[in-house]
């Protein structure tokens, strides 16, 4: 044999071994189509809700309930984002409503502002009734009562 035919069988032999492993991969990625793994059968919101954090949850649910299907599409995204790798932090209540209200979702949350009395905690709206009842009796007119009558 010559050189150049040592050559082109040294040729024939590397293009037929790119070819057996193209055909090889192709298998494998009709195999893995045909039989999706067991991570595919998580649902979107599974995959979000591991990820959430304070409040997170709660959140979510308020979503859920005022707005469904819009969530649903949000959750899906953010599934995506979240298998890609491209989001992959914890995403607490703050955040989540943060990106509802960015693209338009106004969810509606509970929130009580809490605030120290004499050493224990009371909500904002108690202390201000508490200062309103004080007023009362320091004054001694109650807001819902006539005027007095003059004589």
Do not use: C
């Amino acid at each position: 044999m010559t050189e150049e035919d040592r050559e082109l069988e040294l040729l024939k032999a590397k293009r037929l071994l790119e070819m057996q492993k193209n055909i090889s991969h192709k298998k494998k990625i009709e195999e893995s189509k045909a039989n999706p793994p067991a991570a595919s059968t998580v649902s979107s919101r599974e995959i979000v809700v591991k990820k959430l954090g304070y409040r997170g949850m709660e959140v979510l649910e308020n979503a859920e309930a005022q707005f469904p299907e819009e969530t649903r599409l949000v959750v899906e995204k953010l599934a995506e984002l979240l298998q890609s790798g491209e989001v992959t932090e914890i995403i607490d209540g703050g955040k989540l409503l943060t990106l509802f209200r960015s693209i338009g979702i106004r969810v509606k949350v509970q929130t009580t502002i809490k605030i120290e009395q004499d050493g224990k905690l009371v909500s904002w709206s108690d202390k201000l009734k508490g200062e309103t009842d004080e007023l009362k009796v320091d004054t001694g007119v109650d807001n819902h009562d006539s005027p007095p009558e003059n004589p």
